[in-house]
């Protein structure tokens, strides 16, 4: 389906003042926020979008792919707040329909079809002052009350950040999320040089990393390479060679991580147009056995998936392949200052980074009853998972548990490997 088939062409958009509904005059006191609902009408926005955009999630040309290509996009939403008629911040998301998967763990308990306004990690552009956040959060409190969404989720938000905070002002005990969960957010800092950022680990880390590469060196002489996909005629074949270890691991049962499919394709190329895609794959013998990809946004690498082929586990490939990743972040022509590993707790970003926050999803509701119960549904849902995993954490049962569930999961893609040939094939058919 094409954004013209969605009727996401035409232009238009919606001018709220708080002063004078419909009016463009607006006083430093009364700020105008022009919410945007059509393709078209985002055009205008190109630029300063562009500009003031620090995260791929945002990126102007990644959004237009995932109003074609998402099936749950029903239209934008994007939010811009003037101040004496001159654009001081932008707020981007869109309206989807889909239906979630309210889970305990890894069961669903509860699947309700919703409206919602969804906003991208790094959506809030330009000014992210209080007093604007404020005033996009009242707006939003309007956009549920006229009932274009039943709610509002943002991806990701910093505990400290203003939108969070205002949101939280405007939006009362019954219309916004509880017990939502919190991740860490780690990235690495880079220093001058690779070898620094090696001095920088403990002793005991470069240790194991020499064990590897030297049990590596030993099982495949002179068999063990690392090729990094950089260009956009490239870009079908990383799919095919990542396809080959993706199909294999806990992930793919899961339904995340790699995903061969238009979406995933195309925002690949776009970043490899732009010139900041790197797809690193690790070659053992002539099998690939691990693969990283990620692109660089300005200033900072963003690592998006990762991988590795289960029966290659003892050398650790998805380590070194990550090593690489980061060693070709120091290379002159491609010289970045951070490498985001984004949310998630793992082991080895603790070992890998110097510096972390923490965030997390917000969910916002109407006051409607079906908002209610949607907010009740989801709140209760998250606080029996966050006490189930709080019980757990206190044995040793759930690291255990999740490894051997992690195993079955690795087993019973193993049936289906044959058709990893036949999803490679799709990725000339996407290709065309």
Known sequence: MTIADKGLLEGGCTIVSSAVEGAMEQTERAPVVRIFRTI???EELRGVWDQWCQEPDADFDYYLVLAQYRQNFVR????ALYREGRLDCLLVGWLESRRIKLRVGYTTLFEPQIKQLFFVQ??????ASPANCRRLARELKQCLKRREADAVEFTRLANESNLRKASLLEFGIFTHGHFTPVHEHRWLELPGTFAEFLQNLSRKNRHELRRHEKRVAEDYPKQTHIHCYRNEEEVSQLAKEVEKISAKTYQRALGVGFQLNPEVMESL?????????RGCVLYLGDQPSAFFIGKQYKDTFHGNFMGFDPQFAKYSPGLLVLLHSIEECFETSTRASRFDLGWGDRQYKRVLCNHSRQDGPMYLYSRSLRGLRLNFLRSTTSLLDL????ALAKSSFLSRA???????????????????????????????
């Open 387 to 390: 006490a189930a995993r709080r």
């Open 269 to 277: 190329r776009i970043s490899a147009h732009k010139g900041g895609m």
């Open 76 to 79: 934008p939403h994007v939010m």
């Open 402 to 432: 999740k490894k051997l569930w992690q195993r079955g999961l690795v087993g019973s893609t193993r049936s289906s490997r044959e058709a990893v040939s036949s999803e490679a094939r799709k990725c000339d058919e996407i290709a065309i």
């Open 122 to 127: 790094g959506g809030l552009l330009g000014n």
């Open 40 to 42: 078209r009408a985002l």
